[in-house]
Each structure stands twice: as structure tokens, then as C-alpha cells.
């Protein structure tokens, strides 16, 4: 197990360092070529500059929002398996359930948060709950779409070997949904990302949303840069810790 997982890990990162190392190639040439000034795009050195300066600030409210994203993302993936569980197996639960959820994704997030903010205050309750309602979609989308997709031949299989509804959901149905499942919550690790985000946008107070804002009004582009590259990092790697896990989970339930 620890093999692969050095393995898959050291594949993973070397790709993606491949990948950063040509994002920053194309900016660097973009502003030579391009003369493009400091204040509206800065230089790669200029940004590596204020990750430095600025990393005491970076770290702390980097911190924040990573605690705001795991909490969502936890609450997500189990209040998401939770909620498609009964939409698989009923008929009236899911066309009960479909409508309610295309609506809500339908409403934007940013409208949400003043609501929220009137229920539940200002502070890391807000952001979790904004970030959970735009990332619990793709859980359920994807666990009903893995549990209603199953071969029949297995379920029928189970029930002539005498597997009880709870036995044959344990050891057949959701290690048939497992990729569905997990690509749901790959899906779903980056819009934590998003929605935790946009709740920093709008309680403010705390986090790299928070920071990217006041870089912002303050005209500090190179902080700006800075807490986007933030950001993306941040989503990045929680995006291959998952990824990890995906690989890790469907090498031992093939």
C-alpha cells in the first residue's frame, strides 16, 4: 500500500510540476513580448516576491479557508450519500428530489449569502454552508447515477446466494457505485474550493477570499496574483489528495 501510494504520489507531482513550470514559462514570455506594465500583470519574480513577503498573511488566512473547505467537503460527501441513497432505490424520492436540487443549483451562490448570513451570522458557518450547497450536487448526481447503473446480473446473483437488502448494498451495489462515487467527490473538493471562496467574498473578515478582496482595493496586484496562486495550489492538491484516494480505493475494489 505505501508503494503505491509513493508511486501514484510521485507520478501525480510530477505532472503537476511539469504543468506549473509551463504556466509560468508562457506568463513570463507573455510579459516580455507583450510589455505588459507591473501594476496591471507582474512578473513571475514580482509574485514569487510577494508569496514571501506576504507568507505570514498567506499562511494564516490559507489556513481558514482550508478549514472552511474540509468541513464542507466532509458535510458534503456524507449528507451527499446520505440524500442519494433513498433517490436510488425510490422512484417518488428522486422525482421529488431532481427538481429541488436543479433548482438550487440553478439560484446563484452569491444571492444565497446574504440569506445565509442573516441565519446563521457572519463567520465560518455561512462559508461552510454556501461552499456545501455547491458542492454536495455532484455527490448526489454521481452516487445515484453509480447505484441505479449497476449490472442486474449481480443483484440477481447476490439474491439467489440468499444476501439480505443490507448485504447486498454492502458488498455488492456500492462497490459496483465506488467510481461513480468518487468522481463525484473529485468534482466536488474543487466547487468546496469555489463555494468557500465566494463566502469569504461576501462575510469577509477572514481567509484568502477575504485577502484577495483587500489586495484588491488596495491595488496590490502582486498580493493579488499571490492569493490566487494561493488558491490554486490549495485546490490542486486537495483535488490530487482525492484523486489518491480514488486511485488507491479502485486498485483494492476493481
Not at 467537503?73 to 425510490?90: K, R
Not at 484523486?243 to 486498485?251: P, S, V
Request: some cysteine; aromatic content about 8%.
Amino acid at each position: 500500500m505505501s508503494r503505491i501510494v509513493r508511486r501514484i504520489g510521485g507520478l501525480t507531482a510530477v505532472w503537476y510540476v511539469l504543468a506549473i513550470a509551463l504556466v509560468v514559462a508562457v506568463w513570463q514570455g507573455f510579459v516580455l513580448l507583450g510589455r505588459t506594465p507591473d501594476y496591471l500583470l507582474p512578473t513571475p519574480a514580482q509574485v514569487a516576491e510577494a508569496l514571501s513577503t506576504y507568507r505570514e498573511p498567506l499562511l494564516r488566512e490559507g489556513w481558514v479557508t482550508l478549514r472552511g473547505i474540509l468541513l464542507a467537503f466532509g458535510v458534503s460527501a456524507v449528507l451527499g450519500v446520505a440524500i442519494a441513497v433513498p433517490m436510488a432505490f425510490s422512484r417518488v424520492v428522486e422525482r421529488l428530489g431532481y427538481p429541488l436540487l436543479v433548482m438550487s443549483q440553478a439560484v446563484p451562490k452569491v444571492a444565497l449569502g446574504p440569506l445565509f448570513i442573516v441565519w446563521f451570522g457572519f463567520g465560518l458557518t455561512t462559508n461552510v454552508l454556501i461552499a456545501v450547497s455547491v458542492a454536495i450536487f455532484p455527490i448526489i448526481v454521481n452516487t445515484v447515477l453509480g447505484l441505479t447503473s449497476i449490472d442486474p446480473d449481480l443483484v440477481r446473483l447476490g439474491r439467489s446466494m440468499g444476501a439480505s437488502r443490507r448485504r447486498l448494498f454492502r458488498l455488492v451495489r456500492m462497490p459496483s457505485a465506488l467510481p461513480s462515487v468518487l468522481a463525484g467527490l473529485k468534482v466536488a473538493v474543487t466547487f468546496a474550493v469555489i463555494g468557500v471562496v465566494v463566502g469569504e467574498f461576501i462575510v469577509g473578515g477572514a481567509g484568502l477570499g477575504y485577502l484577495t478582496i483587500s489586495a484588491s482595493g488596495n491595488q496590490n496586484v502582486p498580493l493579488l496574483f499571490a492569493c490566487v496562486i494561493s488558491l490554486a495550489v490549495l485546490g490542486a492538491l486537495l483535488f490530487a489528495a482525492v484523486d489518491l484516494l480514488e486511485r488507491i480505493a479502485l486498485r483494492r475494489h476493481p
